[in-house]
């Protein structure tokens, strides 16, 4: 995909998920890995982001699942079976799934994905049930122009929606610490 049609094409991509957050606020406070590290690291056309799960989005990315589960040469169909009902048991609730993302036009080692996460709420308590990772390969069209983005996401689900949590509790706080250290955190409150 050429590269003129490419940036633009992702900077609306941001504005379109930004604006689907409705009244939540995602603010990066901290940067240790800012845009010249993460161009080094995961090419020129990579974006990281951070967001509130959308329904659309949840339904999406839970097909996704299923479908690597299904895939999955690992697992026999008893161990296919038990990990969908695990899939299947999962829920949308608004404002109860933030997720982070990686979305580059090109695969990435492990070691480029190998991210640690640190969700609180204010009072330093995890603010997540569980975390669930995602991988997905993604030909994308925009008019004349098509490529391939290579997503890798992260699904924290809340222990409370972020519309119930207590004044005192907010905000949330991810960290996420990429290989050699470098960590950016964001503030996350209705």
Not at 72 to 95: C, G, S, Y
Not at 119 to 124: A, F, K, M, R, S
Not at 137 to 143: A, P, R
Not at 158 to 180: A, I, R
Request: contains cysteine.
């Amino acid at each position: 995909m050429n590269s003129k049609i490419r940036k633009p094409l992702f900077v609306l991509f941001l504005i379109v998920l930004v604006s689907a957050c409705g009244s939540v606020s995602i603010v990066k406070v901290q940067s240790d890995a800012d845009d010249a590290y993460l161009k080094q690291n995961y090419g020129e056309h990579g974006i990281h982001f951070v967001n509130v799960l959308q329904e659309s989005s949840f339904n999406y990315m839970m097909n996704a699942m299923r479908s690597g589960i299904i895939d999955n040469k690992n697992l026999n169909d008893t161990q296919r079976e038990t990990e969908i009902k695990k899939i299947n048991a999962i829920q949308f609730v608004k404002n109860g799934y933030l997720v982070f993302n990686i979305r580059v036009p090109q695969p990435l080692y492990q070691k480029q994905y190998n991210l640690k996460f640190t969700l609180t709420d204010n009072t330093g308590v995890r603010a997540y049930k569980d975390l669930r990772y995602l991988y997905m390969k993604n030909l994308v069209s925009y008019g004349n122009v098509s490529g391939i983005n290579f997503d890798y996401v992260w699904i924290f689900r809340l222990n409370k929606t972020l519309d119930t949590m207590q004044p005192g509790e907010l905000p949330l706080k991810l960290s996420v610490t990429y290989p050699n250290d470098r960590t950016n955190v964001y503030l996350i409150k209705p």
